[in-house]
């Protein structure tokens, strides 16, 4: 397996009048391929998986494929607190062309550490593909400890990544020191971004990398050359601008300034997420005219 490394996208799920909204969704995907990025994840939390119906998701994920076509890898998100349905949902997709598959830790029900562990075991034994898994305790109510997630990597072949999105920098920085080096450590803690890869991250899953999108991937091979200043500067311009986007609930910012962008038909998400305020919208549109790269 490939090590994942550089700056994937968890796309947006565009709607249009309460569907999946499929034209935009393909406009999307036809904009970002062709801007560096390392590939798309699809029906992560930032395309509002939880909203989506089994037969939307499938529709959705064969849709961006065939806009794909192959030319970067395609992740797609299955997640739940049944470690059953998440094992099912991960087998329903292997018939379709996908590099792997983001797991996050199971929600609600609140498992012990080795209620993780073992769900990851039988999730990941579904498939042969990359597994990455993602901790996101602010989301969950659970923390996948350093200790247990290293015992996945060393144990569960296809458990190659992990999206850390803890939002406590000491255990990141804890993670990033011990990970070996075939397991790919992508944060998916935006503000965090620039410091992660400093020391060691092999890149992010990234909401606000659908804005400035290339700037996201300068930073990456500014620090792969070692060009730390021209990293920072980079850095330096575009962090002021993710406070706004998660200052309500993501993706609802985001997917305000990509319909001002018009790469989406709407703004539009599905309850119980609504719409920006008129303040936050306000602060948006300056956000989306100060852009000056895609």
Not at 182 to 205: K, M, Q
Not at 260 to 286: F, K, M, N, W, Y
Request: charge should be negative.
């Amino acid at each position: 397996m490939n090590k994942l490394e550089g700056v994937y996208l968890p796309l947006v799920t565009p709607f249009h009048d309460g569907a999946v909204d499929m034209e935009s969704l393909r406009r999307l995907v036809e904009h970002y391929k062709g801007l560096g990025i390392a590939g798309f994840v699809l029906l992560g939390t930032t395309g509002e998986s939880p909203t989506i119906e089994p037969d939307e998701q499938r529709s959705l994920v064969a849709a961006a494929l065939d806009a794909v076509a192959g030319d970067l890898p395609v992740y797609v998100g299955v997640g739940g607190n049944s470690t059953k349905h998440v094992a099912r949902g991960v087998a329903s997709y292997e018939s379709m062309d996908l590099a792997g598959y983001l797991v996050v830790t199971p929600y609600y029900n609140r498992p012990s550490p080795d209620g993780l562990v073992e769900h990851f075991r039988a999730v990941a034994a579904e498939t042969e593909r990359t597994v990455i898994a993602y901790n996101v305790p602010y989301r969950t109510g659970v923390n996948l400890s350093n200790d247990a997630l290293l015992g996945l990597a060393a144990t569960v072949p296809n458990i190659r990544a992990i999206k850390d999105a803890t939002g406590n920098v000491l255990q990141s920085l804890d993670l990033l020191h011990r990970a070996p080096d075939d397991l790919a450590v992508l944060t998916g803690e935006d503000p965090l971004y620039f410091t992660s890869v400093v020391n060691g991250a092999a890149g992010g899953i990234l909401a606000s990398a659908h804005l400035a999108t290339t700037t996201f991937v300068e930073i990456m091979e500014a620090l792969a050359d070692e060009r730390l200043e021209k990293a920072r500067a980079s850095w330096r311009g575009i962090s002021p601008m993710i406070p706004a986007l998660f200052s309500e609930s993501n993706p609802m910012p985001l997917k305000y300034c990509l319909w001002r962008l018009g790469l989406i038909r709407s703004a539009e998400c599905r309850l119980p997420l609504t719409r920006v305020s008129d303040q936050l919208a306000g602060r948006l549109d300056e956000l989306v005219g100060g852009l000056t790269t895609p």
